[in-house]
């Protein structure tokens, strides 16, 4: 298991949009399942996207994020990305990506510092 950096946060407004980054400095992450997850205050950590590695697309999404948000990978810049479109406040929370089973359903890696998204008017 491995610590991933996640970047890409900030202050939008509700309709606006973000992307933030997965990146792993060592390791090839097209070799691994990566998931994101949030966690607003108050609330507990949920899962929000999953993405197989490169051999094998396999991709869920959260009935919360989907059609909204959309998982990918960039193995040349070694980076998986989660694509944040019509934000709503409800998506402000702290986000985190992590290295997932192949399963997509078990989390393998420990949990970072997360990228802040707030959306506001």
């Known amino acids: 298991q491995f610590q991933l950096a996640e970047s890409g946060g900030g202050l939008v407004q509700p309709g606006g949009s973000l992307r933030l980054a997965c990146a792993a400095s060592?390791?090839?992450?097209?070799?691994?399942?990566v998931g994101w997850f949030r966690q607003a205050p108050g609330k507990e950590r949920e899962g929000i996207s999953c993405i197989s590695d490169s051999s094998d697309e396999n991709i869920v999404y959260d009935d919360s994020v989907k059609g909204r948000f959309t998982i990918s990978r960039d193995n040349d810049m070694n980076t998986v990305f989660l694509q944040m479109n019509s934000l709503m406040p409800e998506d402000t929370a702290i986000y985190y990506c992590v290295q997932m089973s192949n399963t997509l359903n078990v989390r393998l890696g420990s949990w970072g510092r997360g990228t802040q998204v707030t959306v506001s008017s």
């Open positions: 060592e390791l090839r992450l097209e070799h691994y399942a």
